[in-house]
């Protein structure tokens, strides 16, 4: 499995804007979803974003995060990013990311995927 180290997490006004990174270990291939996953407090992980290389970069966003969030991918750093902006209270959790065990697309279960990273804090306040 590949080793997935999380950056960027924090605490942010309500309004505000983060951006989380994640460096993969070694070189995932590109054509395998790499996608963004989180957990609030008492509530189960869910699917955040995912990106894969088919040509063009596809990209899959979960509708509460759509239009304020924007996932990318540079398979020359084996690092994807996850542009969070208009973050609200309601996107505190921690968030993973995570690599798919097959190419398969779109990828949101999470069982999709078995390379996880450990995770990094977002707080946002009202």
């Known amino acids: 499995q590949v080793q997935l180290v999380e950056s960027g997490g924090g605490l942010v006004q309500a309004g505000g804007s983060l951006r989380l990174s994640c460096a993969a270990s070694e070189r995932t291939f590109s054509n395998y979803p790499m996608g963004w996953f989180r957990q609030a407090p008492g509530k189960e992980r869910e699917f955040v974003a995912a990106?894969?290389?088919?040509?063009?970069?596809?990209?899959d966003y979960a509708d509460s995060v759509k239009g304020r969030f924007t996932i990318s991918r540079d398979n020359a750093k084996n690092t994807v990013y996850l542009q969070m902006n208009s973050l609200s209270p309601e996107d505190t959790a921690v968030y993973y990311c995570?690599?798919?065990?097959?190419?398969?697309?779109?990828?949101?279960?999470?069982?999709?995927?078995?390379?996880w990273g450990q995770g990094t804090q977002v707080t946002v306040s009202s």
């Open positions: 995570a690599v798919a065990r097959r190419p398969g697309w779109p990828s949101r279960k999470i069982g999709d995927f078995d390379s």
């Open positions: 990106t894969r290389w088919s040509g063009t970069y596809l990209k």
